[in-house]
């Protein structure tokens, strides 16, 4: 490839390429077809001139005539602000790239903001009828599942093929649907056991926007979890916004007292931006971490690391979530029988603001 | 739309209409394309039935027909695992995706590695070749411009429209390009004046990696400015990650006591991770921020407002960036002229980090 030659007029086209060298078109197109009806000498030269000035076919006739478009696509049904703000999903979209990128394949992107569709209940539907409808996408990954997520009869209905990334593991492979599965009970344990050999028996969980299949089965697995232990659990919901976790904090935690058999000695948030916001709360009621309460999270980001005191958390290789569910899509589209990868549980990674309970 | 309706067979075809209404394909065809040789009542039916079956032009086809691909290119070259922990690509492609979406125009992302990539010259020109030969992509929006970039030039060879985001205010729009244009200069000036108001007469500046034109134009400015104050400045590079932040910020600061000429009482980050890892830093040698050290950093991102303490920073509205590039994008795709916008200018976000200097 050469970037400093002649200029040239835009695209290269296969009138170009017989104009130059003095052949038919058809000889062009049977020699860049593997057809035969042109010599191999020909055929050589054809290839040879195509490669130099950077011939490619028209993604658009490839499609048409393979019904291949070399593209996956991803929909964020989430406030693009938020989205803004959420380490998470730039982690996995770098993970799912990683994977895409090394086979040439494109990523397709949208953001529908929940506040701005006409039919709250057709939610960002209509992006996946478009798609497919267009025939955009040889294939999606779906995030944020929901009770009755009407994605999937969707895309049955259109034969498009669609990965869940961070489905339960009760979810089974289906016909061109293929699953990365993640255990919340494991998940749930590994915080309700880390918390309960450090002496606590009375805990608070801060948890993510209702109706989301994940965040429902953690919240739970760590109140039944801990219920098993012998532990109490007081719950908060909040929306996944550093705001909304230091309000929910301030509700859990105001007005108690540190000692009281109602105070709980630690508070396990739904996601690290909830978790720092409840952080800056705790400080402004004067409760210290880990003093008086012991904070954990649940992901991991570079927010845990930065923030100060460091925040604990459960820490989850996200973009590994992402490389995962890439690697499930292009098997799907290649015609691979449907599988599920159960993604590795979380590891408790253990900072400042995890303590044992003094009190 | 009807998701739950009697299963279909996939993709509503021009055959499938034909052969439900009973007429022939031709004829569909023309209804659907608006021509004549189809009475206005059959035209209604086909119309009415292709709505109601869901019924889109592939877009194989209407790319073909109308050299239209109804999207947007973005290619990030840097390592993924970076980009997943920099929330200004977020914040960026959240403010992007607005405009796009509301245009029902598609995002297509791409993420280079640089150090994945073949040739290091060559960077990630290959991926833009392939856009514009394949015809993947109406236009793109570039990022981190380098000197003698090479992609304007490779676009302009394939007669691509693109928008520079973040482009000296000395850059002027051309045939098929429009800019979103920042000055340096007057984002520098503003926080060497906060500095100097608040009695800092000796500072250091932390920059990201060298090569990027937006960012030696800023260091530029904030030396020059500070100099024409007599205010003194020394600088060191880092390359926007927070670890190499927090050793650059060592590298600077580490065996000079403070009160003494060479103590700087305030460090200028070149981006919100690098302050991070700065702030860190400080605490391991002991300097307390803003008690011996006042700190501010570029873009205003969540990380400043979460952090502890608040870390002062020159805010800059960067989904506002990605509106109005995308806007621009729009515009050259539409046919109409180029031109530029000039960003609104940053403006200081004063924290817990900014302090007086008392020493």
Redesign the interface.
């Known amino acids: ?1 050469s ?2 030659g002649a ?6 086209t296969i009138s170009d390429l017989a104009h130059r060298l003095g052949i038919s078109k058809a000889s062009v197109s049977y020699a860049l077809n593997g057809q035969s009806g042109v010599s191999e000498a020909t055929r050589a030269r054809v290839l040879a001139l195509a490669g130099e000035l ?11 005539s393979h019904s291949r ?1 070399d ?1 996956v696509g991803i929909v964020l049904f989430r406030d ?2 938020q ?5 998470f ?3 996995i ?3 799912i ?2 994977v895409l ?1 090394a086979h ?1 394949m ?8 929940p506040g701005a569709v006409p039919d709250e209940r ?1 939610r960002d ?2 992006v996946y ?2 798609w ?5 996408v040889d294939g999606v990954i779906l995030f944020d599942h929901v009770r009755d997520d ?1 994605r999937p ?2 895309l ?4 498009m093929p669609y990965v869940r990334l961070g489905a339960g593991p009760d979810v089974l492979p289906s016909v061109r649907n293929s699953n990365v599965t993640v255990s919340q009970a494991v998940d749930a344990a590994t915080v309700v056991e880390a918390l309960r050999e450090r002496g606590h028996r009375h805990i608070a969980v801060v948890s993510g926007p209702a109706g989301l299949v994940h965040e429902e089965q953690k919240t739970e697995h760590l109140s039944s979890h801990a219920a098993s232990l012998g532990m109490t659990v007081v719950k908060c919901r909040s929306d996944y916004t ?1 705001d909304d976790g230091g309000t929910a904090t301030i509700a859990v935690m105001a007005g108690l007292v540190p000692g009281s058999p109602e105070f709980p000695t630690a508070i396990v948030y739904g996601n690290d ?1 909830m978790a ?2 409840g ?2 709360a705790l ?1 402004r009621l004067n409760l210290s971490v880990p003093g008086h309460v012991s904070v954990i999270s649940w992901d991991d ?3 845990c ?4 005191p460091g925040l604990s958390a459960l820490s989850r290789s ?2 590994e979530f992402g490389k995962n569910a890439a690697q499930l899509l292009l098997e799907l589209i290649a015609g691979h029988e449907p599988r599920n990868i159960q993604a590795r549980p979380g590891v408790l990674q253990a900072r400042e603001s995890l303590g044992r309970n003094l009190l």
């Open positions: 490839m970037i400093s200029p040239q007029a835009g695209k290269v950077g011939w490619y076919p028209s993604s658009s006739a490839r499609a048409l478009t593209s693009p602000e989205i803004g703000a959420e380490p999903y730039m982690s979209l770098a993970g790239e990683g990128g040439d494109n990523l397709l992107l949208r953001m529908v903001d057709m539907l209509a009828e478009r497919a409808g267009e025939g955009r009407p009869p969707l049955d209905r259109f034969r550093a931006l720092v916001g952080l800056q400080k980001s570079i927010l690391r930065l923030s100060s996200v973009s």
